[in-house]
């Protein structure tokens, strides 16, 4: 894999192109919906040389696996996109059970632990410069070239015609109103005990798509609806997943001297029914002491977790409380860095950092205890679609606003969930009205 291959071709959008090939097992999708350079490239990807699924029970180190798939560091073209070539991986909430033995539960659905899949060819999307770029990776020259130009075919391949109607018939609640605003009271009363000082607790929706509607129709409709900035897609044969995340988890810059960023999200508004309402609403989000702590003690959580992979000193905070706007919602968004120090890989950051502050709380494994006493097994929801590159260079996303797929008999089942950060002061209704904001976007596209 050392030799690169670059082809450039006309633009197409990603999740049309992506839709062609979408039900197929090894397809897979990063979307950042355009918005700048933070949100420059998305991906699409299929046919991977080598797939790793580590299961709960799987003896192997699956962090290992991680390593043995990308072998040593291999250069990339400057002039192409950050991704060029190596492993995309879907980490389960419950792989934090291999960093820390908490004995979690798994999701019925079985969702591996840890799925790798190697790509040694994919294409690139500049939404800045309007451009696809097919990106080949091979032993030689030749091969490079080679793979690249198969990679660009896949731009010719006819899309999915768009589905019409409602994708599912129905849209219901797993977890009751009353359950979640008493787990809600349960953990105020345990953060007052001094057990820990905020839990991410989360409540379940689910169904069954139309016989003949696929987990891409969904991916599809959330693109032109709702885009978002880490949105992803996966299919794994009689799993999938779609996710249409806001949230980064970590990237890392292998060019910039393994710079690292994280994004984490606390705090949250729905958007306004007009102008002045909606800026009303962002403005009082940014001047909620409560949010700003939540966000805060996260902001905390991250930065101990970057420093366990950074030099001394190097981790940083360089934009505290921003407020970003999405389609259902106003955030409350803070930017931590760091640099991965020499000698460490990719899977040490994973190990440092799994799963994600957000959405796990403050203590870390104490508050996953909490979560697991109060919620089923997540599977995906909570952990993270990630791509990491053989240069070194990472980016992943946490996966919420996401919906998980089981293939049975007739079709697909489909679960999605939605959370809310808990603190010594939150108010169990208004808790568990900002679930039903978050899911808004996911439920209206299904509905």
Known sequence: MRHVALQTRPWRAPAEVLSAFGEDAGACAFLSGGGGERARWSYVLRWPDETVAAYAGWGADPFEALDGLLGERLPVDPEGPPFQGGVVGLAAYELGDRIEALGLGRHPDRWPDLTLMRFPALLAFDHVERRVVAVGRGEDAEEARERAGWAAEWLGEPTRPTFEGRLTASFEARTAAETYEAAVAQVVARIHAGEIFQANIARAWGGELEVMARPIDLLMRLVGDSPAPFAGFMNLGDL???????????TVDAGADFRMETR????TRPRGANAAEDRRLAEELLASVKDRAENLMIVDLMRNDLARVSPAGSVKTPELFKVESFTNVHHLVSTVTGRLAPGLSLSDLI???FPPGSVTGAPKVQAMK??????????????SLFWAGFDGSFDSNVLIRTAAFARHPLGWRYEARAGAGIVADSDPLAERLETEDKIAALARALT
């Open 240 to 250: 999938a997943l779609v996710s249409n995340s806001p949230e980064r988890f970590i």
């Open 264 to 267: 984490p999200i606390k705090g």
């Open 351 to 353: 190990r440092a950092s």
């Open 370 to 383: 909490v979560i697991a006493e109060l919620e089923p097994p997540r599977g995906p929801y909570c952990g």
